[in-house]
């Protein structure tokens, strides 16, 4: 069977034409989840998500672990496609692995990890495969906090307090009213409460549990799994179509 002159031109781009057919099986992603938010508070890094995994628009999964630690400095916290951030995962597994081999007493603080995770993100995506991912890296290595993110097309950058998702839009705002240098554990879990229900309100693909770590020069500690205290009694959730212009 003989192939058009488009076709021919397309297999040239590509590389061939099992380059082709894997095109179409990473063109969106599957199972997804939802915002991250991380910041720098006293002594390390605060960083949150809830634990809902969503086939499609379904919130199929309710206990999804989205943050993992990273060697002993780092943290990482994962929004978008679920498969994505295991595989990503275990090119950081790779990566601790040969850099304890050389068991010179020193290992990969946060800075480090994050560059190569801008890297990788960058690589795939120049390969037209990118990882459906938008990443929260934080850590603190002797005594230097470092909190940054990366996402699937590689554009990174670090701040004292970041978010994924719809947290960006929503999330944010709150972090820039109300964040400052000197927080305390109690203050920043309470910050970030306050942004992860604000989210659980305006975010469809969110879920009402969610798990809070922080960092410190002593290690990760990840929270377990706790709900937040809602109120949805007021009027504009009961009626929120009423004086909108065209409601029935």
Known sequence: MGTSKNSAYAYQIVGGWDRLASLNTWGYPYVTGTSVIGIKYKDGIL????????????????????????????????????SDFQE??????????YDNMWDDGNSLGPKEVHNYLTRVMYNRRNKFNPLWNSLVLGGIKNGQKYLGTVNMIGVHFEDNHVATGFGNHLARPILRDEWHENLSFEEGVKLLEKCMRVLLYRDRSA????????????????SKPYALKTFWQ???????????????
């Open 47 to 82: 960083m949150t998500a809830d634990m809902g995994g969503s086939y499609g628009s379904t919130l199929r999964y309710k206990s999804v672990e989205r943050m993992k630690p990273v060697g002993k400095h780092s943290l990482l916290g994962a929004s978008g496609e679920i």
């Open 88 to 97: 990503i995962l275990s090119y950081l597994d790779e990566l601790i692995l």
């Open 207 to 222: 879920v009402n549990k969610l798990q809070i770590a922080k960092i410190t020069e002593e290690g990760v500690t990840l």
């Open 234 to 248: 007021f009027s504009a959730f009961q009626n929120p179509t009423v004086g909108a212009e065209g409601s029935w």
